[in-house]
């Protein structure tokens, strides 16, 4: 039984991790789930203390996740419009690998602001803006993520 929790556990992080930069999947609550299961097995691998901490943890980055693009793109000028294209545009690189993941964004927020406002300069800044944000919000994650996946490995 402590093999069939293992690899459920095992799938849980990694789908946290690929959720790090996959919009529609929440990363780090993921990753917390597969070490809630790694709790499961018959010899428990973390304290209630630690799982508690990394319960905190995973809900400040929930909320950050959505604060700081919006910051990102209110601080540069930008709209909704710029954080949808933005979404958007992470999606639709998906197509397209790892440059696709990393322009898709900018273009997207690029596109998203130029149909709000018509103003190329104007949207060029508001998308570096909400570029930022979703960068910085991205490697939040992935970084918590990938700390989670260490202890669940050291655990193992």
Do not use: N
């Not at 999947?25 to 790694?38: E, H, N, Q």
């Not at 959505?66 to 000028?77: M, S």
């Amino acid at each position: 039984m402590d093999l069939l929790w293992t690899v459920v556990a095992c799938g849980f992080m990694i789908a946290g991790m690929v959720g790090s930069v996959v919009p529609l999947l929440p990363g780090p609550p993921l990753s917390f789930v597969g070490l809630l299961i790694l709790q499961l097995r018959e010899q428990s691998a973390f304290t209630i203390k630690f799982l508690l901490i990394w319960l905190v943890i995973v809900i400040i980055i929930a909320i950050l996740d959505y604060a700081v693009p919006i910051y990102g793109t209110k601080k540069f000028g930008g709209s909704k419009y710029g954080m949808w294209g933005c979404a958007i545009g992470l999606i639709a690189g998906l197509w397209f690998g790892p440059l696709g993941i990393i322009m898709g964004p900018f273009i997207g927020a690029f596109v998203g602001e130029l149909m709000a406002t018509e103003q190329s300069d104007k949207a060029l800044k508001a998308a570096i803006g909400s570029f930022i944000g979703f960068v910085f919000s991205t490697l939040i994650k992935l970084i918590a993520c990938f700390v989670m996946g260490w202890y669940f490995i050291k655990a193992l």
